[in-house]
């Protein structure tokens, strides 16, 4: 195996942290940077080898940080740059990376090139965003609606233009054909980089390079991403962000991935001398959503579930390195979108998808909470939630004669803040996560769902984890063997074998909570497998599986 084209990033845990929900060490209800210190220990136990942080830049938190002020300050909110650097040390002594969250396709409207920007027509920074007249009629110039609800353009009185913002109208996007916008935003990512982060993801990378701004047919139908992304420059921007930035530094990347098909991967990521290594795709987690209103919940069947990843696990090929997920900060829990977070069957689940996550080829992502099973929230109204995809949505079909109740129902299910409920780390108040009052509400089951007796019981979702991270790093047929979906329609059982020279690993996932024969039990003829891991104890082979039991052999 030493012809292998091994690469750090590709042999890498990583775990996502949302910094506001993690742990709050000031009582004032935020998560804070040196509450990340405080936890890293927690990391290192878990044996992740990357942290994904999500944006701690100065914002106004309009949409949590997703809206910069200041790409080179810290948020008081999260601390100091030597809050900052002190976490940063931590990671490093202890092994574990850090990639930073670049957010770079807008910013915050308080800025200072969007204040400046704003003031006159003749203003320097005038064309860092993106500024246009009003159509004949005096509305916006064209019909693009935002991704956060409305128009995507807003009128500003003081100089009788519309800017664009594809999100919240608090969020300006940067116009990137503008050659002093690029050069900030390649001087800025030295800025971190110099300071020895180790990597970005990408928010909306397809986003930076815009459409023609021309009226789209139905802006309602279908995805808006695939109205945006892909603008005629987007690889000519991202082949200088390579050229002028990344090329220097040996760093992980990864771009936030909506719209770019499975034919188009190879125009945008790849190993080597690319801005992008990976993206994430996120036709699997999109299943269970309506096709024209993806608020509304979508039945979804399993051969669905390993269709889409077995149709990007093809499309990444050789090509490019996959990135694999099931929740990150703007998705429901996976447990309670792909598992059952009923209290039966929580935790196996949760481990049953733990074993996917981690047995699928390309680099995983855990993210915070998953590792203890956490699950969507009881939001009681409409009132509880903090989101701004959720409120402007809410406002907008409110204002259109929607029904409250059926809107609670939809967040309920898929809203983002399902996965921004303060990190459970005690059954105490508050789920130890802070003296104060949290920024939005604990979820109630960390009586039952919490680090500390996670931690205590070694049967638990956490040491399961830590047990599969470990098999992980000790098998390189789980990180470089070939994927090969077994017996695709079977409606409940999710096998799949991992392939690399002589060695090869096979796994099959119980996705229902009745008792189910294993498919292809010929797959075992003439081997002698070895029993490596599994949700529930040792078993043969051949054995059914328990309801949400997953076992993974050597072959
Ligand atoms: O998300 C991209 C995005 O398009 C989201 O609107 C996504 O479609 C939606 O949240 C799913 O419900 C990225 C960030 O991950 C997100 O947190 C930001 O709000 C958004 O960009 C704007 O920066």
Request: a negative charge.
């Amino acid at each position: 195996m030493s012809d292998l084209d091994r690469r750090w990033w590709k042999e890498a845990v990583v775990y996502q942290i949302y910094p506001r929900s993690f742990n709050d060490t000031t009582g004032d209800g935020n998560g804070d940077l040196p509450g990340i210190t405080e936890k890293l220990d927690y990391l290192a136990e878990l044996g992740v080898d990357v942290v994904w942080l999500s944006p701690v830049y100065d914002s106004p938190m309009h949409d949590n940080g997703y809206d910069i002020r200041d790409y080179r300050a810290i948020n008081p909110m999260f601390g100091t740059m030597a809050d900052f650097d002190e976490m940063l040390a931590g990671l490093h002594d202890r092994g574990i990376r850090l990639m930073m969250d670049l957010v770079v396709n807008h910013t915050s409207s308080e800025h200072r090139w969007f204040r400046r920007s704003r003031q006159s027509r003749e203003n320097p920074y005038r064309d860092y965003y993106h500024w246009r007249p009003p159509a004949d009629d005096g509305g916006p110039p064209t019909n693009w609606r935002s991704f956060f609800s409305g128009s995507a353009w807003t009128f500003d009185e003081a100089t009788g233009r519309y800017y664009l913002h594809l999100f919240d109208e608090t969020q300006p996007d940067l116009n990137w054909s503008n050659p002093e916008v690029r050069a900030a935003v390649f001087e800025m990512m030295r800025f971190w980089l110099d300071k020895g982060v180790d990597g970005f993801r990408m928010d909306v990378i397809p986003l930076l390079s815009k459409p023609p701004f021309e009226d789209l047919d139905d802006p309602a139908a279908g995805s808006l991403h695939d109205h945006y992304a892909h603008g005629p420059r987007i690889h000519e921007y991202l082949g200088e962000m390579y050229d002028r930035v990344l090329s220097d530094y040996d760093v992980m990347t990864v771009g936030e991935g909506y719209a770019i098909g499975s034919d188009q991967v190879s125009d945008y990521a790849g190993d080597d001398d690319r801005a992008l290594q990976s993206f994430f795709q996120f036709d699997h987690v999109e299943i269970g959503r309506g096709d024209d209103d993806r608020h509304e919940p979508r039945d979804w069947s399993l051969p669905e579930l390993k269709a889409a990843l077995t149709r990007w696990d093809e499309a990444f090929g050789d090509e490019a390195w996959p990135s694999v997920f099931l929740g990150n900060h703007d998705l429901p829990r996976a447990v309670s979108y792909f598992g059952d977070d009923r209290p039966a069957y929580r935790r196996r689940s949760a481990k049953l998808l733990a074993t996917l996550l981690l047995t699928l080829r390309g680099t995983p992502y855990v993210y915070q909470g998953d590792e203890i099973g956490m699950t969507n929230a009881p939001f009681e109204s409409l009132e509880d939630f903090r989101d701004v995809e959720t409120i402007n949505d809410v406002q907008e079909r409110v204002a259109a004669g929607a029904d409250r109740e059926t809107l609670l129902e939809q967040h309920r299910a898929l809203g983002r803040d399902n996965a921004r409920t303060p990190m459970q780390w005690t059954d105490g108040p508050e789920a130890g996560f802070t003296d104060g009052t949290p920024w939005l509400l604990v979820n109630p089951n960390h009586e039952t769902v919490n680090v500390d007796d996670e931690r205590a019981d070694p049967d638990s979702v956490l040491h399961y984890y830590r047990r599969l991270i470990t098999l992980r790093h000790e098998h390189d047929v789980l990180v470089y063997g070939d994927y090969e979906l077994m017996a695709p329609d079977h409606r409940s059982v999710y096998a799949y074998r991992r392939v690399l020279g002589d060695a090869e690993v096979l796994v099959a996932l119980n996705f229902s909570d009745t008792t189910t024969s294993v498919p292809a039990p010929e797959a075992f003829t003439g081997t002698a497998p070895t029993f490596l891991l599994g949700t529930h104890a040792e078993a043969e082979p051949t054995a059914p599986l328990q309801p949400y039991e997953g076992r993974i052999y050597a072959l």
